[in-house]
T-cell receptor, first 116, second 110 residues
């Protein structure tokens, strides 16, 4: 598609439950990024993919967070055993191959995760 | 020290004023620089890329100072609709290590 599509728009989970978020990048974009934004504060980079391969995962809290980008499927971000502090808006972005337009990121609308 | 730093503001300016923001970065090998705009509860949107020679888009001017490792955004003749958070973005590591600044909040007042 022509836009980054994130689902669901809003996800509510009880503390300790699992949460799974989805992102369909723009068709033809090879790079996908996940960010966490808590209460309109700074963007925290979580992980990036080059096609289905992890490109940079230095921001991922590995003990509970995992992510995948499989061929012919939306990318996903999964949080096990959610905590109150996981409440945030999770943004996904995609970008084309590095090159003349390599740096421009196109963002989805975000998924608002609320942990109760 | 954070890799990319911005003054969080808020910058409260009257309509018609000129306002400038700076963004400093610590990695001297950083390759590309951008300004994004984020409206309340919305996704960030690209405002403009920042080129070494400086670039202008209407009322917006972006500059890069590699020697001092900062980029700037100048907004002339501020409009109410310019009220938003402005995010500085720095790319390094082959264009794909992306670091966002904390954002600078601008509030244009009537």
């Amino acid at each position: 598609g022509e836009e980054v599509a994130q689902t669901p728009k809003h996800l509510v989970r009880g503390e300790g439950q699992k949460a799974k978020l989805y992102c369909a990048p723009i068709k033809g974009h090879s790079y996908v990024f996940w960010y966490q934004q808590v209460l309109k504060n700074e963007f925290k980079f979580l992980i990036s993919f080059q096609n289905e391969n992890v490109f940079d995962e230095t921001g991922m809290p590995k003990e509970r967070f995992s992510a995948k980008c499989l061929p012919n499927s939306p990318c996903s971000l999964e949080i096990q055993a959610t905590k109150l502090e996981d409440s945030a808006v999770y943004f996904c972005a995609s970008s084309p191959q590095p090159g003349t337009t390599g740096g421009t990121q196109h963002f989805g609308d975000g998924t608002r995760l609320s942990i109760l | 020290r954070k890799e990319v730093e911005q003054d969080p503001g808020p910058f409260n300016v009257p309509e018609g004023a000129t306002v400038a923001f700076n963004c400093t970065y610590s990695n001297s090998a950083s390759q590309s620089f951008f300004w994004y705009r984020q409206d309340c509860r919305k996704e960030p949107k690209l405002l403009m890329s920042v080129y070494s020679s400086g670039n202008e888009d209407g009322r917006f001017t972006a500059q890069l100072n590699r020697a001092s490792q900062y980029i700037s955004l100048l907004i002339r003749d501020s409009k109410l609709s310019d009220s938003a958070t402005y995010l500085c973005v720095v790319l390094s590591g082959g264009y794909q290590k992306v670091t966002f600044g904390t954002g600078t909040k601008l509030q244009v007042i009537p």
